[in-house]
């Protein structure tokens, strides 16, 4: 049903394990001992971080916010609203920030100073994909999945007005889809 409104895929369920397994083994090492406080961006977070977290053999915690920067359509707008903010501390905690893509940057730039005004021990940024043609902030994700070209993706956690977050690969939408 959801197929038909993609043009091609991106990255498929086949590579999102395999980014997955890799990265959580990467943060497991990493991390061990540390008890990081995993946070999640919603919603875009869900799918990603669900599978990354299962594949990290450590002791962990998890949280999240909502942070919104899009409003619905296809263009960034740099104006960040958080609707939703977390409900521990995150003094003297190692904070990894799990995003489903990293664009222009300005949503996870705020977020990161934030924590950092909060008192996190640190802050390390772990995402799905990285658009680093779109950045207009200076932000490099130290865990990324792959890197995608500055195009409008869909699924795994992206929505386009709300949709197709459940796809369980990333496509690029048909752009009659948007332009209608
Ligand atoms: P940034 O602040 O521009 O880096 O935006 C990050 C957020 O914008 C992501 O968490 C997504 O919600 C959204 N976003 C950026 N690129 C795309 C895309 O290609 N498809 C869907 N959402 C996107």
């Given at each position: 049903m959801?197929e038909k409104d993609i043009?091609r895929i991106?990255?498929?369920s086949?590579?999102?394990?395999e980014?997955t397994k890799r990265m959580?083994k990467q943060?497991?090492?990493?991390?061990?001992?540390?008890f990081?406080?995993v946070?999640?961006?919603?919603k875009?977070c869900?799918?990603?971080?669900g599978?990354?977290?299962?594949?990290?053999d450590?002791h962990l915690e998890?949280?999240?916010?909502?942070?919104s920067?899009?409003?619905?359509g296809i263009e960034?707008?740099?104006d960040i609203?958080?609707s939703?903010?977390l409900n521990?501390?995150?003094?003297?905690?190692?904070?990894?920030l799990?995003?489903?893509?990293?664009?222009?940057g300005r949503?996870l730039?705020v977020?990161?100073?934030?924590?950092?005004y909060?008192?996190?021990?640190?802050i390390?940024v772990?995402?799905?994909l990285?658009?680093?043609?779109?950045r207009?902030v200076?932000?490099v994700?130290e865990y990324?999945?792959?890197?995608?070209?500055?195009?409008?993706?869909?699924?795994?956690?992206?929505?386009?007005?709300?949709?197709?977050?459940?796809?369980p690969?990333?496509?690029v939408?048909?752009p009659e889809?948007?332009?209608?």
């Amino acid at each position: 049903m959801l197929e038909k409104d993609i043009e091609r895929i991106l990255v498929s369920s086949d590579e999102i394990n395999e980014i997955t397994k890799r990265m959580g083994k990467q943060l497991s090492e990493d991390y061990k001992d540390k008890f990081p406080l995993v946070i999640g961006l919603l919603k875009g977070c869900v799918p990603f971080m669900g599978t990354l977290v299962s594949n990290m053999d450590i002791h962990l915690e998890m949280a999240f916010m909502d942070v919104s920067s899009y409003h619905g359509g296809i263009e960034s707008s740099g104006d960040i609203k958080i609707s939703m903010d977390l409900n521990i501390s995150v003094k003297d905690r190692h904070v990894i920030l799990t995003e489903d893509i990293v664009d222009t940057g300005r949503t996870l730039k705020v977020i990161i100073e934030l924590l950092k005004y909060r008192g996190a021990k640190s802050i390390k940024v772990a995402t799905l994909l990285d658009k680093p043609a779109g950045r207009v902030v200076e932000l490099v994700p130290e865990y990324v999945g792959t890197i995608i070209p500055k195009e409008f993706v869909v699924g795994y956690g992206l929505d386009y007005e709300e949709k197709y977050r459940n796809l369980p690969y990333v496509g690029v939408l048909k752009p009659e889809i948007y332009n209608k």
